[in-house]
């Protein structure tokens, strides 16, 4: 089931490489202000959505938000939620699930007030999991809400209008077969709230040797990481940085 209507502009963005403790990614497309499209992840059938995502360095998070709705059926949040996150590998659209975090009604719901082009029954959630994206192939996120058996309690994961974010796909038997919804990106943001570790210039969550060829790499090429003492700049004053900041360790 598909629920559409007009809704306003929302703009993605890609956040990759930014320092632990932050957020890392940002669909920008559905919510919460203006929210007024949704696909359904919870109705008596069991269907599904998934959207893509990539990042250019090896990427952990901690934390994902998201934006969806309540339509149809009971047409109010049910006593509480069954939430499972799924990433799913790419083969020209979701794949195989390589992790699941079944975070049920372990989230933080925090409604958003009605206002115009506004749904009503709409929450943005919170839940911690705990995953690392290698750099380059693209991933799938899925989220779903099955508050029991596929009954009436319908959810609906916020998507954005045209022109947004990346494509959602749809599956009308739980991922078994996908296809392009031709709507744009469905709203969530990734977060990777571990502790600074800035001597980490690879990004493998951990501290060794290689980490200096990549900063070697990230001073010829002027990248982020370079900056190891926080000024703001490349310069070679950021190796000696980097030293101190290797033998502290994470």
Do not use: K
């Not at 509480?80 to 799913?88: E, G, H, K, L």
């Not at 009503?120 to 705990?130: E, K, N, Q, R």
């Not at 009954?151 to 974010?165: H, Q, S, V």
């Amino acid at each position: 089931m598909i629920i559409t209507r007009p809704c306003l502009a929302a703009a993605a963005c890609l956040l990759a490489g930014h320092s632990a403790g932050q957020l890392v990614y940002d669909n920008g497309a559905g919510g919460p202000a203006g929210v007024t499209t949704g696909l359904v992840a919870d109705s008596s059938q069991p269907q599904a959505a998934a959207d893509g995502i990539a990042f250019g360095v090896i990427q952990h998070i901690s934390r994902i938000e998201w934006t969806g709705f309540y339509v149809g059926g009971d047409g109010s949040p049910p006593a509480t939620d069954n939430f499972v996150i799924s990433v799913r590998s790419d083969v020209g659209g979701p794949g195989t699930i390589v992790a699941a975090f079944a975070v049920a009604d372990a989230v933080s719901r925090t409604p958003v007030p009605p206002g115009t082009g506004t749904l009503s029954d709409l929450f943005t959630y919170s839940a911690s999991i705990s995953f690392t994206f290698d750099a380059g192939p693209e991933y799938w996120i899925q989220i779903d809400n099955d508050n029991g058996s596929r009954d009436d309690d319908r959810w609906a994961w916020a998507t954005g209008p045209t022109g947004t974010g990346g494509a959602v796909w749809f599956s009308t038997n739980m991922g078994l077969t996908w296809f392009d919804s031709s709507f744009p990106g469905a709203d969530f943001r990734l977060f990777d709230d571990q502790p600074d570790c800035p001597a980490d210039t690879n990004g493998d969550g951990l501290v060794s040797p290689a980490d200096f060829n990549a900063w070697i790499a990230a001073f010829n090429q002027s990248g982020p990481a370079c900056d190891q003492n926080g000024d703001g700049q490349c310069t070679p004053a950021d190796f000696n940085a980097w030293v101190i900041n290797f033998n502290a360790g994470c």
